[in-house]
């Protein structure tokens, strides 16, 4: 009965640990999804930022091309 109990309380405090780092596992897991989220994001706003910027000038060129006609 001692042994069983010893082993009862051996496989009870590893179950206990396992879960522990199961937790920080999942914790870690969505921590890296968000990050490997993120970078894509930040893609897609520079390439419209680009495109902005060159309708921009564009509209700027051509209002400068209206008021030298003028």
Known sequence: VLRLEGQVCRYKSASENAEKIED???VEKRRLQR???A????RELE????????RLEKMKAN?????AQQ
Not at 47 to 54: A, C, D, G, P
């Open 63 to 67: 209002r400068n091309a209206l008021l």
């Open 47 to 54: 390439v419209s930022n680009s495109h902005l910027s060159k």
């Open 39 to 42: 970078p894509p994001r930040g």
């Open 35 to 37: 990050e490997v989220r």
């Open 24 to 26: 920080e596992l999942k």
